[in-house]
């Protein structure tokens, strides 16, 4: 019998301590540690000794077929896993509650099962009747999909083993799933990787690619088992601003593909519609002629993206003025006014700073300094930008304008959707962007573009 060890696990990142305290010393999190017993999840007849059986060792120029990919059904989904699901893969999905996980996964194994594959739905938060009447909204009842309302992997390992090897198992959530292996509650650290080992090894074993649905923490981590990220072959993130119906799909880790690749999505009354044109649906509100916006042509990763920055600049009335933004680094717009007060002579300090990225996109490139600065000096000199023009460019610390990556790209998307001029940076005339059809304003100062809209 295994000696049963109680320790005090962090439920955020997994450390674990032999005493409680307040903070955990690994991730620095305050009152996550929690007291677990952390006997191994290895039966103890395996852990005994035993001579080791002798495996046969591979050459990497071996002919192994190429990773087998199984395309969703959906195309917003296959571009952010790299062109569809890979046999034996385990995927992590995390997002907010009620962002629509459960509706993009009911989506995807129901498209699965028309296509004609075995596609598995488990979930552990809802009663088979609600995941119905879910489907029955989406107008999916009729998708051949097997489900069940579950939560212990051994019984859910045995049951996929029957049959036809399933091509898609989606599990919801991996916190509610439970091991015997293990005696700590469910959603325990000790418990979702101890139930998250159980389930890859089931993919690895039989090729069948599973996705674990994870719940998110209110600093966006996927919930208490960073140590889950670590295993699976890719992060997904669903995200969206609350209000907004836009959601989007963003991979974090990709063992199989890019990162930084988005899918982006609508949810509607009928479920979530693939949005293929996303610079369309995210300009779509525009108000044209407002100070303080500026359209930026950024790249997500593969495919360029328009979206607009608003910004507003206002007469503080606090001692320290207010910066805040959304969708955005806050340290690259600390940077950008840094840059506006030193090099250009634009006084912000008494003023409060709102920067919006709209639609609810999280943009991550530099290249939209050249934007955010626009929109920001066109609020507090309260005059318009060209509607017609889009911005992109980075800022170095001395004022300069750096040339980005993809210029062509951007000029592409933005002549598609009838922008007339684009302002960027000097060096990227020569990248592409000569022939584009759009007139081309090169600026290779910050205090250049401060002069034209001032
Ligand atoms: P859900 O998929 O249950 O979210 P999660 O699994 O991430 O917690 O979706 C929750 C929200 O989505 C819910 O507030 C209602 C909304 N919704 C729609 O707007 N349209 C739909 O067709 C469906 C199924 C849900
Ligand atoms: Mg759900």
Sequence with gaps: MAKSTLSFVCQNCGAAYNRWQGKCDSCGEWNTLAEEDTTGSVPVSIRSKRKGRTFALESLSGKTQDAPRLSSGMTELDRVTGGGFVRGSVLLVGGDPGIGKSTLLTQATSMMARAGHRAVYISGEEAVAQVRLRAERLGLADAPVQLASE????????????????????????????????????????????????????????????????????????????????????????????????????????????????????????????????????????????????????????????????????????GTPRRAVVGWDPSRLSMVLAVLEAHCGVKLSGHDVYLNVAGGLRIQEPAADLAAAAALVSSLVNAPLPTDAVYFGEISLSGAIRPVAQTAARLKEALKLGFGRAILPESARGDGGGDAGLALNSVGNLTTLVAEIA
Excluded: C, Y
């Design 151 to 318: 939560t212990s992997v051994e019984d859910i390992v045995s049951t996929l083993s029957e049959g036809a090897v399933p091509r898609l198992i989606v599990i919801d959530s991996i916190q509610t799933m439970w091991t015997d292996t293990v005696e700590s509650a469910p959603g325990t650290v000790t418990q979702v990787r101890a139930s998250a080992q159980a389930l890859i090894r089931f993919a690895k074993k039989t090729g069948a690619t599973i996705i674990l649905v994870g719940h998110v923490t209110k600093d966006g981590q996927i919930a208490g088992p960073r140590v889950v990220e670590h295993m699976v072959d890719a992060v997904l993130s669903f995200e969206g601003e609350g209000s907004q119906q836009f959601r989007i799909l963003r991979s974090a880790k990709n063992r199989f593909g890019a990162t930084d690749e988005i899918g982006v999505f609508e949810m509607t009354g009928l479920g979530l519609r693939e949005v293929t044109n996303p610079s369309e649906l995210f300009l779509s509100e525009r108000e044209l002629g407002s100070p303080g916006t500026a359209v930026f042509a950024g790249i997500e990763g593969t495919r360029p993206v328009l979206v607009e920055l608003q910004a507003l600049v206002a007469p503080t009335s606090l």
